[in-house]
């Protein structure tokens, strides 16, 4: 899939759900992309805090989304298109938080604003997990598995040092001073 078609339905869903005011972020493969890794995608992966029934509602059948039926209660997946023969779609795969057995917030979870460009909408904005998450998230994949672009993810993310942090905490400075010895 070309990366600037996939921009443009990150962008088309970034838009419905800002204006729904649904926290949500972007991961996977388009997300390593979308940060600079040399990495190809089919497909968009998002989790959101809302639930199957709601993100049905809010997504099909508008702004080129049109829902695939799907038996998981925390799962929803769309083809979004903006041509009216459906061609060329993208796969969208939204991972809802809101469940019956659910255990897991999205309370704490952290997603930037990055500008992407699409071919069709232009410049725009594509909500991006933090790459902490980014990271625990491709481990714990790794780690059910065997796929070699998890890996690849996983060394892409611990080698960028310094161009974004793999910790969701503050680098915290010590004002103490070390303890004088005297010999």
Same mark, same amino acid.
């Given at each position: 899939m070309v990366q600037e078609r996939l921009n443009d339905a990150a962008i088309a869903l970034y838009r419905i759900l800002r204006q729904a005011n649904v926290k949500s972020g972007i991961f996977g493969g388009y997300a390593i992309a979308v940060l600079g890794g040399l990495r190809q995608s089919k497909d968009i992966d998002c989790i959101a805090s809302i639930s199957k029934a709601q993100i049905i509602s809010l997504l099909d059948g508008k702004d080129g989304f049109a829902a695939i039926p799907q038996s998981r @209660? =925390? *799962?929803? !997946?769309?083809?979004?298109? =903006?041509?009216? %023969? /459906?061609?060329?779609?993208?796969?969208? &795969?939204?991972?809802? &938080?809101?469940? !019956? #057995?659910?255990? *897991?917030?999205?309370? =704490?979870? @952290?997603?930037? $604003? /990055?500008?992407?460009? #699409? @071919?069709?909408? #232009?410049? #725009? $904005?594509?909500?991006?997990? %933090?790459?902490? *998450?980014l990271f625990k998230g491709k481990l714990r994949a790794a780690a059910t598995r065997a796929k070699y672009h998890d890996s690849f993810d996983l060394r892409w993310l611990g080698d960028q040092k310094g161009s974004f942090s793999l910790s969701p905490l503050p680098k915290v400075v010590s004002l103490e001073l070390p303890l004088e010895r005297s010999f």
């Open positions: @209660q =925390d *799962y929803v !997946a769309f083809l979004w298109s =903006d041509k009216p %023969d /459906r061609s060329n779609a993208v796969l969208v &795969e939204i991972f809802c &938080e809101q469940f !019956a #057995g659910s255990q *897991y917030t999205m309370r =704490d979870i @952290q997603a930037s $604003l /990055r500008t992407v460009n #699409g @071919q069709r909408l #232009g410049t #725009g $904005l594509a909500s991006v997990l %933090d790459p902490f *998450y």
